[in-house]
C-alpha cells in the first residue's frame, strides 16, 4: 500500500544518502558523478537525483559546467532499453563488430609502420567528441598520477587545531586536507566537553554555544566517570580554582598572511606588568604529560591582544595541566608575534618553528 512504497522511497534516499556520504568523503583524488534518465526497466523517464542536482548547482557557482548534462526525454519518449531489447541480435553483428575489426586494423598497421586498408565507417560526431572528452580525462588521470607533488589549497577558514597540526607535519596535514576522513567518535572527547561544562558552572559564567561549538574535543584522555571526577577535583584544589577569570570560552577570528583562523580560549585572567593592566590566556590541558605546543598559545595571545586592542606584549600564556597541578607559563617575549604567525601560513615555508619552554 502506500506506507508500504513511502517506506520505501525513504530506505532508498537513505541507501542514497549513505552511498554519497562514502563517496565524497573517500574519494581520494575525483568524484565522478553520473545518472540517467532511462532504467533498464522504466516506463517513464527517472527524474535526476537530489545529489546530483546539488553537484553541478555547486559546480556551477565555481564557474565549472558538467562535462555531459543530457536533456530531459520528450513526453511521448519510448525507454530505448525497452526498444533495443526485442530487436538486438546475439552475437553482436554489424556495425558493432566491423568498428572493431577497423580499430584493429589500424592498430596492426601502425605497428608495421606501413598503411593498412581500413574499412570506411561512417562515426557519429558526437561520439567522436565523446570518444575524445574521454581520451583527455585518462590522459590527466595519468600525468596527475605520475606528479611528484600535487598542490592541495588550504580552505578559507582554519581553526587553531588545523593551525598546529599544519606547521608540526604540513604533508600529513595536506593529505587530510585532499582526503578528509569523518572524525571518529570519542567517549573521551564527551568527557572533556563535560569537563569544560563544570569549568563554566564553578566559574559561574554560561557562555551561548552552538553543539559544534562544545570545547573539549582535545581532551582524549579522559576514558570515564571516575576520571572526569578527579580531574574535577584536581581543578577546585588547583591554582586556579579559586581565582576569577576575566572570561572564559572566548571565541576568536582573525586574519594572518589572509587566511582566516578562528579558534576559543579556555580563560582569560587579569595580571599586572610592570607596563601596567595585562592578561594571562590560559589553555586547560587534561593529559598525563606536559607536552602541549606553546603555539596554540601564540595564536591565543595575539588573537586576545587584537580583540582588547592591546600590546601583545601586555598578554601572556599559560598550560594549566590539570592532572599533573603544573602550570607551564610563557612571557610575551617567548611567544610568536604576528610576522612569525603569518610566516607559518605562507605558502612552502613548511613546518613551523618548535617553540621551548
Aim: glycine residues 8%.
Amino acid at each position: 500500500g502506500k506506507e508500504l512504497r513511502a517506506a520505501s522511497r525513504e530506505a532508498d534516499l537513505l541507501e542514497e544518502l549513505r552511498l554519497g556520504y562514502v563517496a565524497y568523503t573517500r574519494a581520494k583524488e575525483r568524484v565522478v558523478v553520473s545518472g540517467h534518465w532511462w532504467g533498464r526497466t522504466q516506463l517513464k523517464p527517472l527524474g535526476p537525483s537530489d545529489f546530483l542536482l546539488t553537484t553541478r548547482d555547486w559546480l556551477v557557482e565555481q564557474g565549472i559546467d558538467p562535462l555531459h548534462w543530457a536533456e530531459p526525454p520528450a513526453d511521448d519518449e519510448t525507454n530505448p532499453h525497452l526498444v533495443l531489447a526485442d530487436g538486438i541480435a546475439w552475437p553482436v553483428e554489424p556495425p558493432a563488430l566491423d568498428g572493431r575489426r577497423a580499430l584493429a586494423a589500424e592498430v596492426l598497421a601502425a605497428l608495421d609502420g606501413g598503411a593498412a586498408p581500413v574499412p570506411e565507417l561512417p562515426v557519429p560526431g558526437d561520439r567522436v567528441a565523446e570518444l575524445s572528452l574521454e581520451i583527455d580525462l585518462l590522459l590527466a588521470e595519468a600525468e596527475a598520477a605520475q606528479a611528484e607533488a600535487r598542490p592541495v589549497e588550504l580552505p578559507s577558514t582554519l581553526s587553531a587545531t588545523a593551525v598546529l597540526a599544519l606547521a608540526q607535519d604540513e604533508s600529513s596535514f595536506a593529505r587530510t586536507l585532499a582526503r578528509p576522513m569523518p572524525r571518529q567518535p570519542s567517549g573521551a572527547a564527551r568527557f572533556g566537553t563535560r569537563f569544560h561544562a563544570w569549568v563554566e558552572s564553578h566559574y559561574g559564567q554560561r557562555p551561548l554555544l552552538e553543539p559544534t561549538e562544545l570545547p573539549g574535543q582535545g581532551d582524549v584522555e579522559l576514558a570515564d566517570d571516575a576520571e572526569l571526577a578527579d580531574v574535577i577535583e584536581r581543578f577546585e584544589s588547583g591554582p586556579y580554582g579559586h581565582r576569577t577569570p576575566h572570561t572564559i570560552e572566548a571565541p576568536f577570528s582573525m586574519l594572518l598572511a589572509g587566511q582566516q583562523v578562528v579558534g576559543r580560549i579556555d580563560a582569560v585572567f587579569a595580571t599586572t606588568t610592570p607596563a601596567g593592566r595585562g592578561f594571562e590566556v590560559v589553555d586547560w590541558k587534561t593529559s598525563r604529560q606536559a607536552d602541549a605546543d606553546p603555539l596554540q598559545l601564540s595564536l591565543y595571545r595575539l588573537a586576545w591582544a587584537e580583540l582588547q586592542g592591546l600590546d601583545p606584549a601586555l598578554v601572556s600564556g599559560a598550560f594549566y595541566y590539570v592532572r599533573l597541578g603544573t602550570v607551564v607559563r610563557y612571557a610575551p617575549e617567548d611567544l610568536l608575534d604576528r610576522e612569525a604567525l603569518e610566516a607559518l601560513l605562507a605558502p612552502g615555508t613548511g613546518p613551523g618553528p618548535n617553540l621551548a619552554g
